[in-house]
């Protein structure tokens, strides 16, 4: 079941840009930061 707190937009959209940015800085693609992070974070 996903949780309100993962569904909210505003949530996702900085999720999002913090593993842009991140993966930018350290030459990694976004997929190898933001695939374990929602498993385990947010319980996608």
């Known amino acids: 079941m996903i949780s309100s707190f993962a569904t909210n937009p ?3 959209i900085g ?3 913090f ?3 991140f993966s930018g800085l350290m030459g ?3 997929g190898a930061i ?3 992070i929602m ?3 947010l319980g996608l």
């Open 10 to 12: 505003m949530v996702l």
């Open 28 to 30: 990694l693609g976004g």
């Open 15 to 17: 999720f999002g840009v």
């Open 34 to 36: 933001m695939i374990p």
């Open 39 to 41: 498993v385990l974070a």
């Open 19 to 21: 593993v842009g940015v």
